[in-house]
């Protein structure tokens, strides 16, 4: 007897007793370097007890107002017709503007997935029970809710960059701002890595950074190069 070691991404399980196969992707995502993803890690254990199994763990550090993040784009590469998006918060999948956001949204929609994340309801089973004007209304509010999160994910993103702006204009007036010291190990390795033939895209996930800071870390790097010759 042989068996299917392929991961069932949606319909019923193998005993046939009608219950439904749930599979999840989860996402986890942190700004910087100084913070820690080990808080999102119990969404894995969450995830399992409500009946999923897990297709796959993408973790990265990069900002989640950047829509090119490795690990995310990876994520919606990977994602099958009837999985889910699970993450710990709407605002650890997008912080973007809300036009780019539902964008993003729609990219995971188009996999035939759907997302799966506290905070925001999810009517599509309930309405794909209904008909008629009743469907009409539970899919417009389900678009209404999703468009409140992904703004005010974004609302929030913008008064943390705001109150930034502010404490760094008052450090400065008193003579306190010395700026961001930059991570040396960081740029080393990014160089090393983009001197060794990776990719940018590569570089960036074997680095634990963004695409866009190699491309500036490597770009200073070439710069630095051609004003020694």
Do not use: W
């Amino acid at each position: 007897m042989t068996y299917d070691s392929t991961p069932k991404t949606s319909g019923t399980d193998d005993i046939g007793q009608g219950v439904p196969f749930k599979v999840a992707r989860i996402y986890m995502r942190v700004s910087t370097d100084a913070q820690d993803l080990a808080r999102q890690e119990a969404i894995v254990s969450t995830a399992r007890r409500a009946g999923f199994y897990v297709a796959g763990i993408y973790r990265e550090k990069a900002s989640g107002a950047r829509p090119d993040r490795v690990e995310l784009l990876r994520m919606i590469s990977d994602l099958q017709p009837g999985e889910a998006v699970v993450a710990e918060k709407i605002d650890r999948i997008s912080r973007l503007p809300l036009e780019d956001a539902e964008k993003l949204v729609a990219s995971i929609r188009a996999k035939g997935a759907r997302l799966a994340v506290p905070g925001v309801v999810d009517l599509a089973e309930l309405a794909a029970g209904t008909q008629g004007v009743s469907r009409i209304v539970l899919e417009s509010v389900q678009e209404m809710l999703l468009k409140l999160a992904l703004q005010m994910a974004r609302d929030d993103y913008e008064d943390r960059r705001e109150r930034q702006r502010q404490g760094i204009e008052l450090a400065k007036s008193a003579g306190r701002y010395a700026g961001r010291k930059p991570d040396k190990d960081m740029h080393k390795r990014i160089i090393a890595l983009r001197v060794g033939g990776n990719s940018i895209g590569k570089t960036a996930k074997l680095a634990g950074c963004s695409v866009s800071q190699v491309k500036r870390v490597y770009a200073l790097h070439r710069a630095s190069v051609v004003s020694q010759k």
